[in-house]
């Protein structure tokens, strides 16, 4: 399905919207060097440089309707809205130069009360198909009446930041405005970054309706309305607790609780392979 992104002053035309697995396989295999399947039949994509998350090059625009609600420090860092919008404006102008897009449009959410409508457009069928993964896919009706988006990713992570952009202390830089409702990617090809930036904006909007955003996993009883919730850091164990064969898996990573219950925020499954062994995790 193509898609037009003028309304972006994107002026790439050859734009895929929200394509299939196997064609994001074919994309990334026939445009992206080092690209290939593995013996499992997964893609195996390259990240640049960058293997992880880059924390302290993320930023979020400060603004008078929403810097009261942030708890500023070293994770939330403010950003002035005139650098975002620099970041935004080189991110448009590198994504209008690629030869070819991809767009994955999706809900942040299961509970259709607490979901959130969120467009990602990247350069990278890597990048799209993460994205197929972790955000809810519409049906065929709920694509077709998409409208706009509540929130866009403009990735454009192939292209470094400019340092010379206040606030902006290295080639990496993610910022995010909840009042404009866009999160923009510079200077990282990890993926990890647009799955992160997803989370932020829940963490922000789901207390603002008297809902719990939490990093954890759950599982409920089989048959039964009782859930569990497991939290714990990066690399601790929460996906690997979840994967119970006695209970009922809800999700690995991110979640609401609300007065509907507990519901996943994403579609796929975030679990680390890296050293993956038999002896180390049994």
């Known amino acids: 399905m193509m898609i037009n ?4 002053n994107i002026k790439t035309e050859n734009v895929l919207r929200n394509p299939s697995p196997a064609r994001l396989y074919q994309e ?18 390259l990240s640049g440089e960058k293997t992880g998350r880059s924390p302290k ?4 625009v400060e603004h008078p309707e929403s810097k009261d609600n942030i708890w500023w420090g070293e994770v939330n860092i403010p950003f002035p809205e005139a650098s975002h919008d620099k970041n935004r404006e080189m991110a448009i102008d590198y994504l209008s130069s690629a030869e070819r897009l991809y767009v994955i449009d999706g809900f942040a959410g299961w509970d259709e009360q607490d979901r959130i409508k969120v ?17 809810m896919r519409p049906t065929k009706d709920e694509l077709a009446n998409f409208g706009e988006p509540n929130y866009v990713v403009y990735n454009a992570g192939e ?57 954890c996993s759950a599982t409920a009883e089989t048959g039964a309305e009782r859930s569990a919730v497991l939290f714990g850091l990066s690399g601790t164990g929460k996906t690997t607790l979840s994967a119970d064969p ?17 519901s996943n925020i ?17």
Not at 28 to 45: N, P, Q
Not at 163 to 182: D, I, M, Q, Y
Not at 246 to 262: A, F, K, Q, T
């Open 246 to 262: 006695h209970r009922e898996l809800i999700g690995d990573d991110e979640h609401v609780w609300s007065d509907n219950g507990v």
């Open 266 to 282: 994403e579609g796929g499954c975030y679990a680390k392979v890296i050293d993956l062994s038999a002896e180390k995790e049994p």
């Open 57 to 60: 090059d993320k930023r979020v």
């Open 119 to 135: 467009r990602v457009i990247t350069t990278r069928a890597y990048h799209a198909l993460f994205m197929h993964n972790m955000l």
């Open 5 to 8: 992104l003028s309304q972006y």
């Open 159 to 215: 292209r470094e930041a400019d340092t010379s952009v206040e606030g902006v202390e290295t080639k990496t830089s993610v910022s995010l405005s909840f009042e404009k409702g866009e999160i923009v990617i510079l200077g990282t090809e990890y993926a990890g970054e647009m799955k992160k930036g997803v989370f932020t904006v829940m963490n922000y909007l789901m207390p603002l309706k008297g809902a719990l955003s939490m990093h």
């Open 28 to 45: 990334a295999i026939l445009h992206e060097k080092g690209s290939t399947i593995s013996s499992t039949g997964a893609l195996i994509a």
